[in-house]
């Protein structure tokens, strides 16, 4: 199903996200994670994609059988920096093959050690770039863009970046993704601003359970995601104790979400890490709540 008729169907959407396997490991070591994931009945799952293109064919593949093999819907992400227009059209013809009809268009991340033409005439620019081309072609997707409720890190100043995701949502994005934030007060804000622009488009809250002290650091100061004084408190006194960590990680995250749906949120999008215990227990804290909003 297109995921952007779930909206209507449902009072709130709720997926996960997983990243396909490094580059040298075998595909067969996320089977685990996907059933297990699957068990849990989420409305979509959406597959990462590499920057580099290092894990392009594992995207399309995971997506594939996420859709097909698990009977999950599967949005497939796809981004533009690094990849050429014809190998672009060449990866939506494979997702169309695979029966794959719902994809979040991105713009990507710089690499970190390789210089990148920016802009390039064989490329497309933006996500908004690369999401008109893709809706124009194929009217028949689904289409969701990302967005950053404290402002993505490149851009000059918050209100430029909400005059591009304006253009993006114009160019045909169906739905929203949130970049993770950890004080819900910004997402509020962010819908806020939205619906000064007139933008009426569901947005899902992507929330990050944080149970690695080192890896929270570095993805925040990748994107740039505050961390309020609660949560710093948690990073600080359980960041070497993984067990304890891991227990408020998941109990900081079950209040955002909670917060979140008594506030009426379209949708909660939970950053995994390919951990599905975590989500199996966020799950479990929430399910008494999303049963009575659904029975709405
Ligand atoms: C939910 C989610 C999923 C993600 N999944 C992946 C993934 O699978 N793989 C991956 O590599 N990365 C992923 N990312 C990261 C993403 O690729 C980066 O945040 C990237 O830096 C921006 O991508 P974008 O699609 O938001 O870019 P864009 O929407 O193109 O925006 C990028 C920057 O350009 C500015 N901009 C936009 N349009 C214009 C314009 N016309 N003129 C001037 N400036 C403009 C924006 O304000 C912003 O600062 C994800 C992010 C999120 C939130």
Redesign the pocket.
């Known amino acids: 199903m297109l995921i952007k008729n779930k909206f209507n169907q449902k009072n709130t959407v709720v997926s996960f996200e997983i990243f396909p396997p490094k580059k040298d490991s075998p595909i067969h070591t996320i089977y685990k994670t996907i059933e297990e994931l699957a068990d849990l009945s989420p409305d979509f799952i959406s597959v990462?994609?590499?920057?580099g293109g290092a894990s392009h064919n594992h995207t399309i593949k995971i997506a594939s059988l996420v859709q097909n093999k698990y009977n999950i819907d599967a949005l497939a992400?796809l981004?533009c920096l690094t990849a050429t227009k014809d190998e672009i059209k060449a990866t939506v013809d494979e997702l169309k093959d695979q029966n794959v009809h719902n994809i979040?268009?991105?713009?990507?991340?710089f690499p970190e050690n390789k210089d990148v033409d920016f802009p390039n005439p064989l490329h497309f620019t933006?996500?908004?770039d690369l999401l008109k081309h893709i809706k124009e072609n194929n009217p028949d997707f689904c289409m969701g863009?990302?967005?950053?409720p404290e402002g993505?890190l490149?851009?000059k100043s918050y209100q430029?970046?909400l005059l591009?995701l304006q253009?993006?949502v114009k160019s045909g994005s169906d739905f929203l993704?949130?970049?993770m934030f950890f004080d819900n007060q910004y997402f509020y804000n962010f819908l806020t601003n939205l619906h000064c622009l007139s933008l009426d488009i569901p947005v899902m809250a992507?929330i990050m359970p944080v149970v690695n002290k080192k890896q929270i650091e570095k993805i925040v100061s990748l994107?740039g995601a505050s961390i309020p004084v609660k949560f710093r408190k948690i990073l600080d006194r359980y960041g070497d104790q993984p067990e304890a960590l891991q227990a408020a990680g998941i109990s900081y995250a079950t209040d955002q979400i909670i917060d979140l749906l008594s506030s009426g949120v379209r949708g909660i999008?939970l950053y995994t890490m390919n951990r599905p215990e975590i989500a199996k227990e966020i799950m479990r804290n929430i399910a008494p709540i999303l049963k009575s909003i659904e029975a709405r």
């Open positions: 990462t994609y590499g920057a992400h981004t979040l268009a991105l713009r990507g991340d933006y996500a908004s863009a990302a967005c950053y993505h490149e851009c430029q970046d591009n253009t993006k993704i949130s970049q992507g994107c999008h």
